[in-house]
């Protein structure tokens, strides 16, 4: 709770960008722990409103041991469109369950709308079934829950180890749907997704702006048009590296992030082949149309389809709980 922090105003500034025909549809606040600063979280759900975008925050509900929520965190609760829990046997080491369940008690009760985040070390961790029970008991399968699993990033790097499955002879596509997703850093930087070591790295091919100079416009149309970035929505880092490389660098499956998939992307621009390669083949008419037809593929799968790509795929139907037929 004591981690750099920088000025609210960095971020106001661009989320001020967006406008009524240029905005994201959703701004998702995460961290580390956005609710440390609940009065920007308030203030970029209230602004992001005004140009038509939603708002979520995700929280490991530090504060609920209180006896009741801080007036200053519910505000920021309220003001956003959806609200998300993590829950791990990680997080309940310092906020029990039964303190969580009263805080979804009490913000069901508001009428927010919520969901859980529930991580799990391996796919047939007892921890899932308990909690996902519990829940499901507790909410009578009105809360949806997004299930993942544990990667080795942050903390988890120093003692998170998984076995990288050996190189394939032939690497099929495999789209990476992050990069479609700009991410602001706590500094401003911004990124082409999510990924820890993205921010930390900050590789010129999945580095966007920053929030002190660039507009949302901006780095929509960044994203957008990278040829790299491109490549990576269509067919993945590992891909790109096996058919558009030279075979030479540290390729695929040679760090811990990922299980190798995200450690190939840091390492593209390491390749002085893969960019001019991957510019002529994203500059083919036909690439064009594929990217078009692979869009619809993932359009149809919606979000379920999404939820078994990037969660847990044997729990991707619990995202639909609650949800109006």
């Known amino acids: 709770m004591a981690s750099e922090e920088h000025p609210a105003e960095l971020f106001i500034r661009f989320v001020k960008t967006f406008t009524p025909d240029s905005h994201p549809q959703i701004l998702a606040m995460s961290g580390g722990e956005a609710l440390l600063r609940p009065t920007l979280v308030r203030q970029l759900a209230e602004r992001a409103r005004e140009a038509g975008t ?168 960044r994203s957008l048009e990278s040829a790299m970035l491109r490549a990576i929505r269509l067919y993945g880092p590992k891909y790109v590296a096996a058919t558009l490389g030279s075979g030479l660098g540290s390729g695929p499956g040679s760090g811990p992030g990922c299980s190798g998939y995200c450690d190939t992307c840091m390492s593209l621009p390491e390749d002085p082949v893969v960019a001019p390669r991957v510019a002529e083949r994203m500059a083919k008419p036909s690439t064009s149309i594929v990217e078009a037809e692979a869009a619809k593929l993932i359009h149809r799968a919606g979000a379920l389809g999404f939820a078994g790509r990037q969660g847990l795929g044997g729990y991707a139907h619990l995202i639909a709980l609650g949800s109006k037929p």
């Not at 529930?118 to 007892?126: A, F, K, L, Y």
């Not at 690497?171 to 997703?181: L, S, T, V, Y």
């Open 54 to 221: 939603r708002s979520s925050v995700l929280s490991g509900l530090f504060f609920a041991s209180s006896a009741r929520i801080p007036p200053s965190i519910l505000a920021a609760i309220r003001a956003v469109d959806h609200f998300s829990v993590s829950l791990d046997v990680f997080h309940e080491r310092q906020v029990a369950r039964a303190d969580v369940f009263r805080v979804l008690d009490a913000l069901l009760g508001e009428g927010v709308d919520l969901s859980l985040h529930i991580v799990g070390r391996s796919p047939d961790d007892p921890y899932l079934e308990d909690v996902i029970g519990d829940v499901r008991r507790t909410y009578a399968d009105t809360i949806p829950m997004l299930v993942n699993l544990t990667a080795a990033f942050g903390r988890a790097r120093a003692w998170l180890t998984r076995k990288l499955p050996d190189r394939p002879a032939v690497i099929d596509a495999n789209p990476c749907a992050m990069a479609a997703w700009p991410v602001v850093g706590f500094d401003g930087t911004i990124v082409a997704c999510g990924n820890d070591d993205a921010l930390d790295q900050r590789p010129a091919h999945l580095r966007l702006g920053h929030a002190s100079v660039d507009d949302w416009a901006t780095i929509r149309a």
